[in-house]
C-alpha cells in the first residue's frame, strides 16, 4: 500500500495560465475526492468520483476547473485561466467501496498551486 | 446551511496538561461525525468516526464524544507529538462529500 499520491507537489504559475495535477489513488479504492485547502480553514469539497463517474460537484467547481478520472483509476483536475484566488492547497483523497459512509478519507499530501 | 464550527482555533498547552477542543455542528439528518489530524504540509489523517449521542472512541491520549449538538475531542497527558491541527467533519447533504471545520490547532510544549 503506497498511499494516495500527487503530482506535482507544487506549481506555480503566471496568471492566466493552465494546471493540471494528478492524483493517483489506493490502488483498491473506487471512491475519489478532491478538495481544496487555504491557509487557515479546513479542506473544502470540490468533486467525487465513484469509479469513472463524476457523481458530486461543488458550486465552488467553476467552469474553469474540470476533472476526469478515465478508467476510474487515476484522476486529473484542471484549472484554465489561473487566477491569484485559486492559489490553495489541492488535496486528492480515495476510499473504498462499500455502503456505509465511515467517514474514513485517505489523503495525499497535496499539490500547492500558487499563483502569481 | 450545513455548518460545523470548531474552537478553539488555538491552543496552547505544556506536556501533560488535559484539555478538550470542541466541533459544534448544525448538519441536518446527521450521519457522522469525523475527526482528523493534520500536520503541517500533508493531507489529513483519520482519526475517528462517531454515529450516535453518547458514542465515545478512544486512541492512545485522544478520546471523541458525541452529543446532539456537538463533539469533544478529549486530550488527556498531551505530549509534543500532539502538536497538529485537528479537523472535524461530517457528510454533506445526502451525499458522501464531507464538509470540514476550520479546525484546532493544537500546541504542546515540554
Known amino acids: 500500500d503506497t498511499g494516495v499520491s500527487q503530482d506535482p507537489r507544487h506549481k506555480i504559475t503566471k496568471r492566466g495560465q493552465n494546471v493540471t495535477f494528478r492524483c493517483d489513488p489506493i490502488?483498491?479504492?473506487?471512491?475519489l475526492y478532491w478538495y481544496r485547502q487555504t491557509l487557515g480553514q479546513g479542506p473544502e469539497f470540490l468533486t467525487y468520483f465513484q469509479n469513472e463517474a463524476q457523481l458530486e460537484k461543488s458550486r465552488l467547481l467553476s467552469d474553469r476547473f474540470s476533472a476526469e478520472r478515465p478508467k476510474g483509476s487515476f484522476s486529473t483536475l484542471e484549472i484554465q485561466r489561473t487566477e491569484q484566488g485559486d492559489s490553495a492547497m489541492y488535496l486528492c483523497?480515495?476510499?473504498?467501496?462499500?455502503?456505509?459512509?465511515?467517514?474514513?478519507?485517505?489523503f495525499g499530501e497535496g499539490s500547492r498551486l500558487t499563483v502569481l | 446551511e450545513d455548518q460545523v464550527t470548531q474552537s478553539p482555533e488555538a491552543l496552547r498547552l505544556q506536556e501533560g496538561e488535559s484539555s478538550s477542543l470542541n466541533c459544534s455542528y448544525t448538519v441536518s439528518g446527521l450521519r457522522g461525525l469525523f475527526w482528523y489530524r493534520q500536520d503541517p504540509g500533508k493531507g489529513p489523517e483519520f482519526l475517528f468516526t462517531?454515529?450516535?449521542a453518547g458514542e465515545e472512541k478512544e486512541k492512545e491520549r485522544l478520546k471523541a464524544t458525541l452529543t446532539k449538538k456537538e463533539s469533544f475531542l478529549h486530550i488527556t497527558a498531551p505530549k509534543p507529538e500532539d502538536s497538529a491541527t485537528y479537523l472535524c467533519?461530517?457528510?454533506?447533504?445526502?451525499?458522501?462529500?464531507?464538509?470540514f471545520g476550520k479546525g484546532t490547532t493544537l500546541s504542546v510544549s515540554s
Open positions: 490502488s483498491e479504492h473506487n471512491r
Open positions: 483523497a480515495s476510499s473504498p467501496p462499500g455502503l456505509l459512509n465511515t467517514g474514513e478519507l485517505f
Open positions: 462517531l454515529y450516535s
Open positions: 467533519a461530517a457528510p454533506w447533504q445526502a451525499g458522501t462529500a464531507l464538509i
